[in-house]
């Protein structure tokens, strides 16, 4: 396929199941033109508390459905998969895959930024991910990342006990607070949904959605790569998932509104 054909070829995005679909509300802003085809492993589901090597084999078999699909590109829009699967699987094809760990850590650190908290799930920390990216931009930085408790299950609602999990944000934030961050990441796709409870203590202009940073990132490497659909009519988005189709379109509703029935598809 040529660099011309390209360019309308459709942009992957994956996740575990609904959260990518705020990277997708966040990239759709920037880019309406790009074609999509979204999938939501949601037979996995969560991503978080899985292992390196299960995470790599969901990563590499939906990169493999991805270009079955001639994507042009794909962007991992998993905080989770991202710390734990890409340096495995980011030389096996032969697209840009875009990380969102990776992809926004720059942005993050200015010559102000002495320290960095980050809340993510418990494979994200364990990986230290975002710790190892925030030094490669600043050796001196200091970072704290604290694997937050329920906060997925908090925003689809699906914990049995959401008010004890709501009380436990506080002291999680508490904790957080005492290492007196300049910034801290919502390391997590679905945490910028919690910044009305996050806010009740600790500053709103602390708190960082890496999706908006990712996409500018997104955006200017398409440019550099000549990538960008340059199309003026809205993109087509496809979506499939691993299982549960109805409740993607419901817990998705959050995030994003579904165009089209997800199909399902086991990767
Ligand atoms: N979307 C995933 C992330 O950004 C978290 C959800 C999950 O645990 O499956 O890390």
């Known amino acids: 396929m040529n660099i011309k054909d390209n360019k309308t070829s459709p942009i992957g995005f994956f996740d575990s199941g609904v959260g990518g679909l705020s990277v997708l509300a966040r990239f759709r802003k920037v880019l309406p033109f790009e074609n999509i085809l979204y999938y939501g492993d949601t037979i996995h589901l969560p991503y ?103 906060w997925v299950s908090i925003v689809e609602k699906t914990t049995k006990n959401i008010e004890e999990d709501i009380k436990n944000i506080k002291s999680e934030v508490e904790e957080m607070m005492k290492f007196h961050p300049d910034k801290i990441i919502l390391g997590c796709t679905h945490y910028p949904y919690l910044l009305d409870e996050l806010t009740k203590y600790a500053s709103k202009e602390l708190f960082i959605d890496p999706a908006k940073i990712f996409v500018d990132f997104i955006k200017s490497d398409l440019e550099k790569r000549k990538l960008l659909n340059l199309s003026k009519t809205n993109g087509k988005e496809e979506f499939f998932v691993s299982s549960n189709p109805d409740e993607f379109i419901q817990n998705g509703k959050i995030f994003y509104e579904i165009k089209n029935p997800p199909i399902l598809h086991l990767c």
């Open 48 to 150: 978080g508390n899985k292992s390196k090597d299960e995470l790599v084999s969901y990563a590499r078999n939906i990169l493999k459905f991805m270009m079955s699909r001639n994507v042009k590109a794909v962007v991992i829009a998993c905080n989770t998969s991202s710390a734990q699967a890409y340096d495995t699987v980011k030389d096996m094809f032969n697209f840009p895959i875009y990380p969102i760990i990776q992809s926004c850590a720059k942005g993050v650190i200015d010559s102000r930024t002495s320290k960095v908290g980050v809340f993510a799930t418990e494979a994200t920390v364990k990986s230290g991910k975002y710790t190892i990216e925030l030094k490669k931009c600043n050796p001196n930085v200091l970072v704290k990342e604290i694997a937050s408790k329920n």
